[in-house]
């Protein structure tokens, strides 16, 4: 996975995980159905443990958890990620990567 290769090979980059078209409205931007997983933070076992949990659950689990399908404006989702790019960022020499 992404975050595995990330923590042995690049440890000082951070790694954050946005959900979008989901019911709860959970961002820095108060935008609705966009709702952030992980901060953005270093790669660590327990992160990339609880993502794979996540990844694991059936559609409907999915579903139930976070309520899946609410049309969101992708627009909002870049402006998202930039706002936690720009939050989480001690140095502002970086290069933010966007994985959808």
């Known amino acids: 996975s992404i975050l595995k290769t990330k923590a042995i090979s690049a440890p000082d980059d951070k790694v954050g995980v946005c959900l979008y078209g989901v019911q709860e409205k ?3 931007n108060n935008f609705e159905g966009i709702q952030i997983l992980q901060e953005l ?3 660590s ?4 443990r609880h993502l794979e949990q996540e990844a694991a659950r059936t559609p409907a689990q999915l579903d139930e958890r976070y309520g899946c399908g609410k049309a969101v404006p992708v627009s909002d989702v870049f402006w998202t990620c930039t706002t936690i790019f720009n939050l989480g960022a001690q140095d502002k020499k970086f290069q933010p990567r966007v994985f959808l």
């Open 41 to 43: 933070e270093h790669s």
């Open 45 to 48: 076992a327990q992160r990339i």
């Open 26 to 28: 959970q961002n820095p």
